[in-house]
């Protein structure tokens, strides 16, 4: 076992971090407020080759390994936890399900555009009535000649809206409930899509959430990845991998709490000397770094374990769980060491307390990844 990043892991996290601190960090408060899709930094990611990194240079991938691309949400997301979440739904729920789950056609057809940043992916499952219990989906396909007709209604979509192409679950056989959900990969161009207002949210106010509605919306048949009714399958598998993205995101949102807090706890002066003299503010500070260090571990782990293949849906969870928790308890500890201050909008740890409340809810809330660990620790 080593806990060591190899070199090219090191040298991954040297340059992502210079990269989030000079491109995704300084615009990060200005996009809170105004919400603005943050495309810049997607064409910056993507010219730098980020996009798409652990796949095989066949398709224009870097073939970089899972590790890398986990410090990769980690560090973008420390610096702008919208840019995180649009990057990891781009590359985790999209890119990734096409190359697992399509064929090697599909994979030569749609890859390289997502790769080079040309085309912006996103992820259509939930439906209003269909959120955690992701298979009580109401979205049909119905086959008519070569075409798939589809209509349903998707909610609360990142990207939705800005990206070009939409993987979407929608039932081709409602007499077979969860066993009759396929996944399509759909574009914004097709006729019969459209879109929802953005939600306004309370945090990554910066990543679009959109419906995504689809009205009498054919898709070409090769447009279908897997076979009819593999459709949850690749949902949930897909999903495994989302989640060490959000774990990562979680742990890149509370260390810049952290930093944040630690910074401010040497130059806030009160009772005469710095307030990070005080036990109080010194142990706060002690639990915020041991768990955002175990949080790390359990994501960097979770993304080995996904990265070479292994079935490792139970230590996902562990790592969302733990990573999401770790965020929303430590970014409320950041604004106790800034005091009056961090509650005010021009400290950034007001922003990152609100950005982390959603690492708890998308991908699988916490009741969810306690449901898997229980499920694998019970088998
Ligand atoms: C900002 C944002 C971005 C998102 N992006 C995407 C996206 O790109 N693509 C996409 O498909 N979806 C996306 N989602 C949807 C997200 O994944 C769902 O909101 C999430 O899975 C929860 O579903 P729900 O909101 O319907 O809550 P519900 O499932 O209704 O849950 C409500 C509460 O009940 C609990 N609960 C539900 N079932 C159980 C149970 N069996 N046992 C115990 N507790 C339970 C939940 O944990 C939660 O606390 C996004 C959501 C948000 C807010």
Redesign the pocket.
């Known amino acids: 076992m080593d806990f060591q990043l190899t070199e090219e892991q090191k040298a991954v996290r040297d340059a992502i971090s210079k990269f989030a601190a000079e491109k995704v960090a300084p615009g990060a408060l200005d996009r809170d407020r105004t919400g603005e899709f943050p495309w810049e930094v997607l064409r910056g990611l993507a010219e730098q080759g980020y996009l798409g990194m652990t796949l095989p240079p066949e398709y224009g991938g870097a073939g970089a390994d899972w590790v890398s691309y986990a410090i990769c949400v980690e560090e973008i997301s420390r610096a702008c936890a919208s840019c995180g979440?649009i990057y990891e739904?781009h590359n985790s729920?999209h890119a990734d399900a096409i190359y697992h789950h399509g064929t090697e056609e599909q994979r030569r057809r749609f890859l390289p555009d997502l790769i080079s940043g040309k085309k912006l992916g996103?992820?259509?499952?939930?439906e209003p009535g269909?959120?955690?219990?992701a298979g009580g989906l109401k979205s049909t396909a119905e086959l008519k000649g070569d075409r798939y007709i589809l209509n349903g209604r998707?909610?609360?979509?990142?990207?939705g809206g800005k990206a070009d192409e939409y993987i979407v679950f929608a039932l081709t056989d409602k007499s077979k409930g969860t066993k009759g959900i396929s996944a399509f990969v759909v574009d914004k161009s097709f006729p019969g899509i459209s879109f929802g207002e953005p939600?306004d949210?309370l945090g990554?106010r910066a990543?679009c959430?959109a419906d995504v509605i689809l009205e009498d919306c054919p898709v070409p048949v090769e447009n279908r990845l897997g076979n009819e009714g593999d459709g949850l399958k690749i949902a949930l598998s897909t999903l495994d991998g989302g989640r060490v993205g959000i774990a990562c995101q979680a742990v890149g949102i509370a260390q810049a709490a952290f930093d944040a807090a630690l910074a401010y706890s040497k130059e806030r002066q009160q009772f005469g000397r710095p307030i990070s003299e005080f036990q109080a503010i010194q142990w706060m500070l002690a639990d915020m770094a041991t768990d955002i260090e175990a949080a790390r571990l359990l994501a960097y782990r979770a993304a080995y374990l996904r990265g070479t293949g292994q079935r490792a849906s139970k230590e996902i969870a562990m790592a969302k769980l733990f990573a999401s928790r770790a965020a929303v308890k430590h970014t409320a500890n950041a604004i106790q060491i800034h005091g009056g201050y961090g509650y005010m909008r021009d400290y950034k740890v007001e922003r990152l307390f609100r950005d982390a409340k959603?690492t708890e809810?998308?991908?699988?809330?916490?009741?969810?990844m306690r449901?898997v660990i229980a499920g694998a620790l019970l088998k």
């Open positions: 979440v739904v729920l996103a992820f259509a499952l939930t269909a959120g955690s219990d998707k909610c609360f979509i990142t990207s939600e949210k990554i990543s959430t959603i809810i998308y991908e699988g809330t916490s009741e969810v449901m």
